[in-house]
C-alpha cells in the first residue's frame, strides 16, 4: 500500500492493482487533503494508512479505481456513516462523488 500525493506513474498503478491481478486499486481518497491511499486488499488498510498518516477519519471515503476502463467505484463498507448521512456502502452525495472522482483521476489516470 502506498499514498499517493501527487500523480503517479504506471509502475505504481501496476504495484497497487496487484492483489486484483491488475483489474482493480482499492482507495481511501482523502477529500479534505487530495491525497489517496491505494493496493490494499480492504478499503480498511488503505484508510489506516491515511489515518496513520495524519487524514481525518469524516475526510476519509472508500473508492476503487479500474485501470483497464479508467472507471470509479464508490462502493465501500468504510462509507457507511449515518452521521455524515451516508447510510449505504455507495457515496449517495453527488458532489462528494464528483470530488473523489476528481481527485482520483488527477493522481491515477496515467495518459
Known sequence: MIIIREPTNP???KEMAEPFFGLRIKLAVDVAREILAGGGELHFDCEQLLLDD??????IWGADWYPITKE????????IRPRQQNVTMEV?????????EKI???LLEVV
Open 11 to 13: 509502475e505504481k498503478l
Open 54 to 59: 495524519s487524514s481525518k477519519q469524516e475526510n
Open 72 to 79: 470509479v467505484g464508490f462502493e465501500s463498507i468504510i462509507n
Open 92 to 100: 449517495r452525495n453527488l458532489q462528494l462523488k464528483s470530488r473523489i
Open 104 to 106: 482520483v483521476r488527477y
